[in-house]
């Protein structure tokens, strides 16, 4: 009799150990290998070519842009350790550091550039992708200082993050992923259902980026649209980094929903619905958002996530045991 | 035009109510935040036996409340990024008015009356320029909007007032926020919490910061001993794996300390702490997490944790008669010891403020 009610425990437990490593194995580690692999190549294009109109640097720079966006959900454990998400992608800047930062190093001619473990010492604000798009793509930094510089300036930046990206990578392989496949009592996880609260957590975060950040921060409010505000607006790759970002979240979200056809389905579809939304939206920069006509459909793009954001908090959330405490989740 | 009418609501209400006392609004012990059954907001009073004296509807999702200190007033503050804090009283129900947050400013949710209350004090979030504000408000005519102090911080949460009643104490817990954003936390990487003591009139008397393992660590709730002592509750922001303490003490002129406990305790709390409070006299002090679903009680003397109680969903703390008193969402109120003190359908929210009228 024992036996047999406790079967089922075992199954369920089982269930979740996998969808625990199936999300490390589909999602997790691939998406590290990916942005570690751009960002070399990245690096590597750099080192052949720095100049900023250089197409192979320019579409290398777009590759490992969409590899972090790919996995910039996942910022917890060797993403963030040493400050290593905000080394790579320091955004939003909402005081305006970053120009700030790189004109400093430009002007003085800051020698951190030849030298990779000085270098990593710089102001978070002067290093990673968001910085090396000004270096690229900025009117006003793409003619500070000499082109001499500012070349070396592009290849630190481009070094510095593939070894973020590598050291990234190496610890969610070699230190953390271990640690998620087997939570204990007292360890950084107690329980499978934790592992997978961890993920379920991710999702949100990422939504809530994508909703809030991406596409809220360029919305700003009807009055005082903030175009300017948008991610990588001067790449003109802001709007693709919300499909981006939606696309892999679907993975998650799916991967998460694992053993349940009809909340998958449920997801998909939501997740559908809003890359369509994006799809009928005919502006890489989402500088719309100062037109009312085009402003509308940003706006259903970022109603259509927050849909997505409540679905996953209402159906997902208690298949995976989130309690949907009053004050465990509001957070203040 | 609607701040005139809100003025002149202000003047009639204020000349209606100076023979009221808390006696009059059903003698509460506590005021909370709470939700209905039906979904509905309310500002609660609590009895001494835990029954509701009143409820007062507000706008949407509260957050904590000030008391005013004789008259039956209290301020119910919107949970951030709120544009609203409603003054009610609380013998009739009536609005007697409604603060909206200047232009470029939002409310964080808390607030307290002078010790004479005459002025309210409200911390704010200037949002362009991402620093933190102290709002002057006076209760004496209607709520008018007196002025702005700086914060001496970023985002300023709860604040105290020191035994003295001429200084307060704010936490400013580093967290930049913009609304345009949400509730998006804009600035990590270069946060930098504080507690800040500041004279009524906006002097910056002394900043206080923890050590530099701590500056992703950031000081929200506030409680203040009979003898200055400052207990301060944190919401770490960093890495997970990272253990950091969520209670801190501070006596003004010594450096800040952490309250550690073993490994396995500091876990529990999730590096979430919500509420604090002193109690026993100013020799213990409570600090909640409503995401480990506990209470830890820690010895102000040896400063390290000494006790840990589990009850879902808890956050808020106060004390009722001296005997700590905790409130969940789950609509409990049960005193530290474990026992009830009763139970409704009601989603307590983050704090119980007592209501020390006299």
Redesign the interface.
């Known amino acids: 009799m024992i036996r047999i009610l406790l079967f089922p425990l075992f199954l369920a437990g089982m269930a979740w150990a996998d969808t625990g490593n199936d999300i490390l194995d589909t999602h997790v580690l691939p998406g590290f290998d990916r942005l570690e692999a751009r960002t070399q190549t990245l690096s590597a294009m750099a080192d052949a070519d720095c100049s900023m109109a250089s197409a192979p640097l320019r579409g290398a720079f777009t590759d490992a842009v969409k590899a972090w966006t790919a996995v910039s959900h996942m910022r917890?454990?060797p993403t963030?350790?040493e400050?290593r998400d905000?080394a790579l992608a320091?955004w939003?800047d909402?005081?305006g550091?970053t120009p700030k930062a790189l004109t400093g190093l430009i002007v003085t001619e800051d020698q951190a550039v030849s030298d990779s473990a000085a270098f990593a010492e710089v102001s978070?604000?002067a290093r990673g992708l968001y910085a090396l798009e000004y270096l690229l793509f900025d009117e006003r930094i793409t003619t500070t200082g000499t082109a001499e510089y500012r070349c070396s300036l592009i290849r630190a930046i481009a070094a510095d993050g593939a070894r973020l990206a590598r050291d990234m990578a190496a610890d969610w392989h070699d230190r953390y992923a271990a640690?998620m496949r087997s939570p204990a009592p007292?360890g950084?996880y107690q329980s499978e259902a934790e592992v997978l609260q961890?993920f379920f957590k991710a999702l949100g975060t990422g939504l809530?980026?994508t909703?809030?950040?991406r596409l809220?921060?360029p919305?700003?409010?009807y009055d005082k649209p903030?175009s300017t505000?948008a991610e990588m607006w001067r790449s003109g790759l802001s709007l693709d980094l919300v499909r981006t970002a939606l696309t892999s979240q679907r993975e998650l979200a799916l991967l998460l929903a694992q053993g349940d056809e009809q909340l998958q389905t449920e997801l998909a579809a939501k997740f559908d619905l809003a890359l369509e939304a994006a799809s009928r939206i005919d502006d890489p920069t989402l500088a719309g958002v100062t037109s009312p006509s085009r402003r509308i459909r940003i706006e259903a793009l970022q109603q259509r996530v927050n849909e997505i954001r409540e679905a996953v908090a209402k159906d997902l959330g208690p298949k995976l045991g989130v309690?949907a405490?009053?004050?465990?989740l509001?957070?203040? | 035009m609607r701040n005139r009418r809100g003025f002149l609501a202000g003047l009639l209400a204020a000349s209606l109510t100076p023979r009221l006392s808390w006696a009059d609004a059903g003698a509460p012990a506590l005021l909370s935040a709470g939700?209905a059954p039906d979904g509905a907001y309310f500002l609660y009073g609590v009895s001494h036996q835990g029954a509701p004296t009143f409820r007062i509807p507000i706008p949407d999702r509260g957050?904590a409340a000030a008391a005013h200190p004789d008259r039956p007033v209290a301020v119910a503050f919107a949970?951030?990024p709120g544009r609203f804090a409603v003054v009610l009283n609380c013998v009739t129900g009536a609005e007697i008015a409604r603060l909206s947050a200047p232009e470029g400013r939002h409310f964080y949710?808390h607030g307290m009356f002078s010790p004479d209350g005459a002025t309210l004090f409200t911390t704010e979030n200037d949002f362009e320029a991402?620093e933190g504000r102290i709002g002057l408000w006076d209760a004496t005519a209607g709520y008018r909007r007196m002025g702005e102090v700086s914060s001496a911080g970023v985002g300023p949460?709860e604040m105290r007032l020191m035994p003295d009643d001429r200084t307060l104490v704010v936490a400013n817990g580093g967290v930049?926020t913009?609304p345009?954003?949400?509730?998006?936390k804009?600035?990590?990487?270069?946060m930098q919490p504080n507690l800040a003591y500041l004279s009524l009139d906006g002097a910056v008397l002394e900043v206080v910061q923890m050590p530099p393992e701590h500056r992703q660590n950031s000081i929200?709730h506030l409680d203040v001993s009979g003898d200055g002592l400052v207990a301060f509750a944190m919401?770490w922001q960093?890495?997970?794996?990272e253990l950091r303490p969520v209670l801190g003490l501070h006596k003004r002129g010594a450096a800040p300390r952490a309250v550690p406990g073993s490994?396995?305790e500091m876990?529990a709390m999730n590096g979430?702490g919500?509420s604090v409070a002193f109690f026993d006299g100013g020799a213990q002090v409570a600090v909640s997490s409503?995401?480990g679903?506990r209470v830890q009680l820690s010895n102000v003397t040896t400063g390290r944790i000494a006790q840990s109680v589990e009850i879902?969903?808890?956050?808020g703390l106060g004390l009722l008669g001296g005997r700590l008193l905790t409130s969940?969402?789950?609509g409990q109120l049960q005193w530290i010891d474990g026992a009830s003190l009763s139970r409704a359908r009601i989603?307590?929210?983050?704090h119980l403020i007592p209501i020390n009228a006299g």
Request: with cysteine; charged share 30%.
């Open positions: 917890f454990g963030e350790a400050n905000f320091f939003p909402t005081r550091m978070v604000a640690l007292g950084t961890e809530q980026m909703a809030e950040l809220g921060r919305l700003g409010t903030r505000r309690s405490g009053f004050n465990s509001d957070g203040d | 939700r957050h949970r951030r949710g991402g949460h930049e913009h345009d954003s949400g509730r998006a804009l600035n990590l990487p270069v929200r919401q960093g890495e997970e794996t490994e396995i876990r979430y919500g409503p995401r679903g879902e969903d808890v956050c969940s969402g789950t989603a307590w929210d983050n």
